[in-house]
């Protein structure tokens, strides 16, 4: 994935989840950020919205999904790359 596309990813998870753009780093846990269940619904909408893809989350059973930034990042290329195909 182009460095551009993930620092929209991170924009967008900062600006959302209202936190540090320094802080995301991919390996870094969303709970340690404390990145809500609500937060991360926002945030999904809103990369579905500006890349848009729809990414397969449910707020009650899909936190394990997104634990980290990393896996964000991951998700929003598998929907892009299939949106290619």
Do not use: C, H, W, Y
């Amino acid at each position: 994935m182009p460095q551009l596309e993930i620092d929209e990813i991170l924009d967008v998870v900062a600006q959302k989840a209202m936190i540090d753009r320094g802080l995301l780093r991919p390996e870094a846990k969303l709970s340690d950020l404390n990145v809500s269940s609500l937060d991360m619904v926002e945030v999904i909408f809103a990369l579905e919205d500006k890349f848009g893809i729809e990414l397969p989350f449910n707020a009650n059973t899909s936190t394990a999904d997104f634990e980290t930034v990393g896996d964000v990042i991951k998700k929003v290329e598998e929907q892009l790359a299939a949106k290619k195909k």
